[in-house]
DNA sequence: TTTTGAGTTGTTCGA
DNA sequence: GTCGAACAACTCAAA
């Protein structure tokens, strides 16, 4: 009786699932298996992504058990555990979805040397060798990118590959338990799992009043939870972004106004984004290392260390930067706006590199995602594919303003400040002594003053920007 | 090959 | 308060 090994990574779901779809229609025995990679859990260490991960393994491996399967958990160097389950299990097939991640990459190369791997299926809805320009070379610009990604046909719901209802996975086939996950701040809100990660995709689309027709504009309010929140489960499938796709063009034709209809497309355009860091990585795996635009790496970052530390802990005495930081370490999330935020204050305001933020990110978010993280650090930075300007740079006073009109994201965070009266909670330094005691909030004892003068940073950052741009130039000629 | 239009998310300044 | 321009050229993508 003919057996497939389904190798699962990033697509732990039973629904859309291409792998286990291939497995099921070329074998009779199907053995889903997950690889602990003790290089990758290393590579992106970050104990809440991984509580999320191992919660999500227990989850597929009840929803593979209420099929009559089970998940198959081994810890090593997957080339030597894929061969050595294929040895074990005379399997005669290996599939598993691509990876476009240059490490990814190398693995499967690796096991498909010593297995017989088939890579089916891919985490975005159309892989980088389908999006390109007519000379073939890759898109480096994001609008040019989504209007030769949107002319191609839509996926349709009858694409979603089924739910298999059975799964026949050979008995004696040895599993190590699923570690138990570390133990998580109370604020960490992602319950792992497909069925979790539907439910919120179909809250978000689906209903009387779906906040996907509200996203436009509701989206950069920080203080709402206007945005879907699908990310971590984008992150490691248990959502595919076929299902994703496939529900925003629904929306759209659902759309009986111009303001939904808007709404819906701008949703789309944000799962487009992903796909377009994706490719971006895939056609430059360097941007992992250093800047897209080759004439910005001479930056002559100031990389302070106690600013650093300041950025991290939320502690630079700007509201609005010191609720996201705390947001993201003690929830693992942060809302998009808010990472634009500190972003560009790390990179803008105390002038530290891109890639000390990129790492603290990947370090805290359960969605961390190489690509797409790395795509925002250098969007924000200017140094990516379809770079920001350099010369926009976030005024962290507005941005919180515009943002949080009340405050109340920053209260929710930053507890120092939940005393101070709307009108100084993006700038607490403005309040006298007196309504500082009022507020119960000092400065300089409750929350600290502004590590910097914007204003002052602003014009030191240009000027670096422009001294790169400026020495790129003399080499070059 | 050359030309042309355009480019996620902002801020500041001065009229 | 509102508005447009400047920020800085540059490079991309397609005609």
Redesign the pocket.
């Known amino acids: 009786m003919p057996t497939a090994i389904s190798w699962l990574r990033r697509d732990l779901r039973l629904a859309d699932n291409t792998t286990l779809g291939a497995a099921l229609s070329r074998a009779e025995q199907v053995i889903p298996v997950f690889v602990l990679d003790p290089t990758l859990l290393e590579r992106y260490a970050g104990t809440k992504r991984l509580a999320f991960l191992l919660a999500g393994l227990r989850q597929l491996d009840a929803d593979l058990r209420a099929r009559g399967s089970r998940l198959i958990v081994r810890r090593g160097d997957p080339a030597d555990e894929i061969a050595r389950l294929v040895r074990e299990s005379g399997a005669s097939f290996v599939f598993a979805e691509e990876d476009y991640e240059p490490y990814a990459q190398e693995r499967d190369d690796a096991v498909a040397t010593r297995a017989p791997l088939e890579r089916v299926g891919s985490p975005i809805v159309r892989p980088p060798s389908v999006v390109l320009?007519?000379d073939g070379?890759p898109?480096?610009?994001?609008?040019?990118?989504s209007?030769?990604w949107k002319s191609l046909p839509p996926p349709r719901a009858s694409e979603l590959v089924p739910t298999p209802e059975r799964i026949r996975t050979p008995r004696g086939i040895d599993s190590l338990c699923i570690p138990e996950e570390p133990q998580l701040p109370s604020g960490v809100a992602f319950p792992a799992g497909e069925a979790e990660a539907q439910h919120r995709l179909d809250a978000f689309v689906r209903g009387d009043e779906p906040p996907i027709y509200a996203y436009e504009t509701a989206r950069?309010r920080l203080d709402l939870d206007a945005t879907s929140q699908l990310s971590p489960y984008l992150r490691f499938g248990m959502l595919s972004a076929r299902q994703t796709i496939v529900a925003a063009y629904q929306a759209i034709d659902r759309a009986d106004n111009e303001k939904s209809r808007r709404s819906a497309e701008t949703w789309l355009?944000?799962l487009i984004?992903r796909e377009f860091y994706m490719c971006i990585l895939y056609y430059f795996p360097e941007v992992l290392e250093v800047s897209f635009r080759e004439?910005m790496r001479g930056i002559a970052w100031r990389n302070d260390e106690a600013s650093f530390d300041a950025w991290c802990e939320g502690k630079t005495g700007y509201p609005v930067v010191d609720a996201a930081m705390r947001q993201l370490v003690q929830s693992g999330w942060i809302h998009?706006?808010g990472r634009?935020v500190v972003a560009s204050f790390l990179v803008k305001d105390l002038l530290v590199d891109w890639r000390w933020g990129e790492a603290f990110f990947m370090q805290h978010l359960v969605d961390g995602d190489p690509a797409a993280n790395n795509g925002?650090w250098q969007?924000t930075a200017g140094t990516g594919a379809?770079a920001?300007?350099?010369?926009?740079?976030?005024?962290p006073i507005?941005?919180g303003k515009?943002h949080d009109p009340n405050g109340s994201y920053v209260r929710r965070w930053v507890p120092e400040l939940v005393g101070v009266p709307n009108a100084y909670i993006h700038t607490p330094w403005t309040m006298s002594l007196m309504q500082q005691r009022e507020s119960g909030c000092i400065l300089g004892v409750d929350y600290p003053p502004p590590i910097v003068d914007?204003?002052v940073m602003?014009e030191r950052t240009?000027q670096a920007y422009?001294a790169a741009r400026e020495a790129y130039?003399r080499g070059k000629s």
């Open positions: 320009k007519s070379d898109y480096v610009v994001f609008t040019p990118f209007r030769k950069d355009d944000e984004w004439k998009n706006r634009m925002g969007w379809d920001a300007p350099y010369f926009r740079i976030f005024n507005s941005q515009k914007h204003a602003r240009l422009r130039a």
